[in-house]
């Protein structure tokens, strides 16, 4: 089966760094997904982790530790638009699956 | 059209009522995916096609469920007898490649079904 958990909700203050956890229990992996997602929108890519370590975006990085079964999002000097919904998904057996999402507000 | 494109993009229906969702992938896309949102809840997977292969319909919740990809672009996703608790937003991805490798997948807009 899968199980990915991420928090809920988060808030956090613009220009600040915020770090938003997810962990999985799957029965495959070939990689990790974080989406976002603003309100009545579509989810759309922020980055993709496989192999464990670092990788860095923009202001997004993402974390990956494939033995703790453990990932992080990043986000640096928040903006105002970065508030919305962080979508953690694990790529198993041909499907995509995803955590119910952490709501971020950023707050002035 | 540039991205993946879903209608309608609202669908208000009487329970009991069979309803038909459309999605069209981004071109050349061979792996098309469902999957339904309720309110306050993740994304869950409801089938998955690549080319011509038999489609993964283990995500779809009840039989009144069904979806088809025509010529391996087009899909339609139609539900049987609504119920009230099928009421949420439909999304529809596309990718270019499959089998456990890199697969960003690139979403439609939705379909919010609502059923009354």
């Known amino acids: 089966g899968q199980n990915i958990d991420q928090p809920t909700e988060m808030t956090a203050t613009e220009g600040a760094i915020v770090q938003i956890n997810c962990t999985y229990q799957t029965s495959g992996f070939n990689g990790l997904f974080w989406y976002q997602q603003h309100a009545g929108e579509a989810p759309t890519f922020l980055s993709y982790?496989?192999?464990?370590g670092l990788e860095e975006k923009g202001r997004f990085s993402s974390f990956l530790s494939r033995s703790k079964g453990y990932s992080y999002l990043l986000l640096k000097e928040l903006q105002m638009k970065d508030s919305a919904s962080y979508l953690c998904?694990?790529?198993?057996?041909?499907?995509?699956?995803f955590g119910k999402g952490t709501k971020l507000s950023v707050i002035p | 059209g540039a991205g993946v494109s879903q209608s309608p993009s609202n669908k208000v229906t009487e329970k009991g009522k069979d309803v038909e969702l459309r999605c069209d992938p981004i071109s050349g896309h061979t792996a098309l995916y469902w999957y339904r949102q309720s309110l306050g809840q993740g994304l869950e997977f409801l089938i998955y096609?690549?080319?011509?292969?038999?489609?993964?319909k283990s995500g779809l919740p009840s039989d009144r469920f069904s979806a088809e990809r025509t010529g391996g672009s087009v899909s339609t996703l139609t539900i049987q007898r609504t119920q009230q608790e099928d009421s949420a937003v439909y999304l529809c991805a596309s990718s270019s490649l499959a089998g456990g490798k890199y697969n960003e997948q690139f979403f439609g807009p939705g379909t919010r079904l609502t059923v009354l």
């Open positions: 998904a694990v790529w198993g057996s041909y499907q995509l699956t």
């Open positions: 982790n496989v192999l464990d």
């Open positions: 096609f690549q080319g011509n292969s038999a489609p993964d």
